[in-house]
């Protein structure tokens, strides 16, 4: 855990990058420090190991003060990854990644055995990478290597600094996502620093929105979105947080669990009859228990009349996977032109629907919560 | 053709010479570099500007004082020391001095040069400033550091003839006796066999070069 209390930070000229903020990070979390730049959230992060001395507070890391122990040694318990990723370029990747666990002294094996797990871990063949050099590697790939080498000593700390910052925009996605999916392994305390909002409701467990160096809103993501503490975080976040809370949202919160579904063998006129019983122009179509196999609607049940319900059912469906995040399934709404979309897991299992109308609800619901249906027009 | 008799009938001779001239070389450059290198570093610290733009600005001085008129300067100088003010150690003292501008601001601006962001990585994960400076600074500075000691000896080799004035052995013995007693088979053979002598040194150098470039910063 790690606790900052009244920390400030102020230089010889009489600047104030940090004006005295207290927060804690709990164990296992990633927090975002986020903010426009200049607002304290590189420094904030600096005074953690010291690579900026602090003025005035304290800084406790698992309750003692992080002043109390070596500087370096203290780096060497915390990852450290930068923007500018800082690879040696007279190193192999496996002397990179062994960076820390070469201070500490470990034996060739273990920092050979770390190299290739790290390796693994980032999605990289060990046997093709780890005797390059980091001008043989692509942007990404250099990116992964940085994060291995943060990672070189499996420190329980983990200081990020835009750590995705300088790669496209495409490669950025996947390279959160793939770091979303190791830290649910790893579980770091990590404290990552961005100024993009987008990253930050992605990434953060917790966001602590800086701003002139005080800290103004420290909360869950979502909650950053839905209750805005003052003009300043709504403005941050931008007019469209209900679409960026959609990121934060999965399919399964709001789809339909156990819809109504009907067989390929069924025939038409019973189909037709749950339709209008229901009053529905849609039903899915499982097989082999519950499998997915597409969907009916009701003017091609009518237009057929009779047979059976494989004739007139379109097999070609659009599905979201459990999972999905609810802006991804809105999209795929809105550029296949469906308002009703089967939510599936991992083996085409169906596990619900999603329809147009709850999406709808929900996002009605997101800003009452947030104070009335009009959020107040800055100017 | 009387070159190549004059070559043929002395060939121990020059070899000699060519002995004595590397040696002073050798001598010479082994204390150029070393003290170079250090001083290098020294300057390139943290909040040394000054003491290094004062450093590079008096190496830089020393290369334009004409290398007689130094020989000259250094005999008063080290009479007073009660040392030998003839012959080898004064030679070796003046190509130390010319030496020291291209290896003391090829090391100075190597390092200085080192991408931040490595030197910020470094520190981040825990290394010491020595750690930092021999593990990441100097491996990368290396390139430009020989580079800077092949310029110095190329133009020592050079210098070094003219040490012949003050008493000191080397390929320089022929040109002068060739300029004294107007002997141009003398004096030709002594420039050739200079500048062969320069260009397989630096020949050499370029290979250390390459053998010392870490692997990641080869082509």
Known sequence: ?379 | MEVWQYINSHWVTIGSWTMDHLWLILVSNSFAVFIGVSLGIFISGKGREEVADTVLYLAGIMMTIPSLALFGLLMPLLSALNLPSLGFLPAVIALILYGQLPILRNTYTAIREVDPAMIEAGRGMGMTSRQILLKIKLPLAVPVIMAGLRNAVVINIGIATIAVFIGARGLGVPIFRGLRTSRTDMIITGAVFVSVLALLVDGLLALAERKFTPEGLKK
């Open chain 1, 1 to 379: 855990m790690i606790k900052l209390e009244n920390v400030k930070k102020v230089y010889p000229d009489g600047t104030e990058a940090v004006k005295g903020i207290t927060f804690e990070i709990n164990e296992g979390e990633l927090c975002v420090l986020l903010g426009p730049s200049g607002c304290g959230k590189t420094t904030t992060m600096k005074m953690i190991n010291r690579l900026i001395p602090i003025t005035e507070g304290h800084i406790y890391i698992d309750g003692t003060d992080n002043r109390e122990m070596d500087e370096n040694e203290l780096r060497r318990e915390m990852g450290y990854a930068i923007q500018e990723i800082g690879l040696f370029p007279h190193m192999t990747v496996r002397e990179n990644i062994a960076t820390v666990p070469t201070l500490k002294n470990w034996s060739d094996d273990e920092k050979e055995e770390r190299a290739r797990n790290l390796l693994n871990l980032m999605g990289m063949d060990p046997d093709e990478f780890i005797d390059k050099y980091p001008t043989e590697l692509s942007g990404g790939q250099r990116q992964r290597v940085g994060v291995a080498r943060s990672l070189g000593a499996d420190p329980p700390i983990m200081l990020m600094d835009e750590p995705f910052g300088a790669i496209d925009p495409i490669t950025r996605d996947r390279l959160q996502d793939e770091f979303l999916k190791i830290q649910n392994e790893i579980q770091k305390t990590i404290v990552f620093v961005t100024h993009d909002i987008n990253e930050a409701i992605k990434m953060g467990d917790k966001v602590a929105l800086l701003k002139e160096g005080e800290l103004i809103q420290y909360s869950q993501p979502a909650e950053l979105l839905a209750a805005p503490k003052n003009r300043f975080v709504r403005d941050f976040v931008g007019s469209d947080r209900t679409l960026k809370s959609l990121r934060l949202m999965k399919v399964d919160e709001a789809m339909k669990e156990s819809p109504r579904v009907v067989k390929e063998d069924q025939d038409l006129e019973s189909v037709g009859q749950i339709m209008r019983e229901e009053g529905v122009n849609y039903l899915i179509v499982v097989e082999n228990g519950n499998k997915l196999k597409g969907w009916i609607n009701r003017e091609d049940v009518e237009e057929a009349g009779q047979g059976r319900v494989a004739d007139a059912m379109v097999r070609d469906t659009e599905a979201a996977e459990t999972g999905t995040s609810l802006a991804n399934a809105l999209t795929v709404m809105l550029e296949r032109d469906v308002a009703n979309l089967p939510v599936v897991d991992g083996d085409n299992n169906l596990k619900g629907l999603l329809t147009f109308n709850d999406l709808q609800s929900l996002i009605g619901e997101t800003y009452t919560e947030s104070g009335g249906k009009h959020p107040e027009v800055s100017k």
